[in-house]
């Protein structure tokens, strides 16, 4: 079993910044990817950035210049940094931790956006 906690969320204001954090308990493998994704009403749920084990890193155009992840290998602890947020990244944000056995989502934590 994998337990993911997620924290950070929140209510800012358009161009203001936001840092999330999750951070992962259980039986994970060496070689793990860890990553953010974002739902919002009425929409599917989408990828935002994800990195793995290694450092490597991805994200959706709508990420890339503004937001930026990052992952402490010792505290199995993956993080996002958003900057200029605009309300459209209004959204419930998941954690998600994958590796050769399993995938685990956390429960999501609310980012709104607005003035």
């Known amino acids: 079993q994998v337990q993911l906690v997620e924290s950070g969320g929140g209510l800012v204001q358009p161009g203001g910044s936001l840092r999330l954090s999750c951070a992962a308990s259980?039986?994970?493998?060496?070689?793990?990817?860890m990553a953010w994704y974002r739902q919002s009403p009425g929409k599917e749920r989408e990828l935002v950035a994800n990195i793995g084990s290694s450092g490597s890193s991805n994200y959706a155009d709508s990420a890339k210049g503004r937001f930026a992840i990052s992952i402490d290998n010792a505290k199995r602890t993956v993080y996002l940094q958003m900057n200029s947020l605009k309300p459209e990244d209004t959204a419930q944000y998941y954690c998600r931790v994958a590796d050769f056995r399993r995938v685990s989502w956390g429960q999501g934590t609310q980012v709104t956006v607005s003035s």
């Open positions: 259980g039986s994970i493998a060496s070689v793990y990817m």
